[in-house]
């Protein structure tokens, strides 16, 4: 609500303290990091090869898959499947467990949706950009 100033002209309280910063924002530091760990995990998802691992081993949730399995169905060599999966490894994406010889792998479904929260606050609640209906919609 506006609020008298002494000559009797309104002010805003909330545009003054924001525009002149005269309360406490919050930390941007922390904002930025988030925003460069966001990016990391997109990047690392943004070659073909990694976003059809991640497809894969979302389909394959909870359980996952060994390697082999991972190799034999999207046909990429041991070196190179090796190589994205220790990039989506590193960036969180995945988590990999050992049994016996065999390497299994999941998908890190946490992070994931802390990736989709951080957008999802952008485009469909603070400025409507999307509307949360159409993103079920797309989900289903």
Request: glycine share 4%; charged share 25%.
């Amino acid at each position: 609500m506006p609020a008298r100033s002494g000559e009797g002209k309104w002010v805003d309280r909330n545009l003054y303290f924001c525009k002149y910063r005269n309360m406490s924002m919050p930390s941007t530091k922390k904002t930025t990091e988030q925003v460069a760990k966001y990016a990391d995990m997109f990047s690392a998802m943004g070659t073909e090869p990694r976003l059809r691992i991640m497809q894969l081993l979302l389909s394959a949730h909870p359980e996952g898959m060994v390697v082999g399995d991972i190799q034999a169905e999207l046909e990429i060599p041991n070196s190179t499947l090796s190589h994205h999966l220790d990039k989506l490894k590193n960036e969180g994406l995945v988590q990999v467990r050992r049994e016996s010889t065999f390497l299994h792998y999941t998908a890190n479904t946490e992070a994931l949706q802390e990736l989709l929260q951080f957008l999802y606050a952008e485009c469909c609640t603070r400025n409507k950009a999307v509307k949360p209906q159409d993103i079920v919609q797309i989900c289903k």
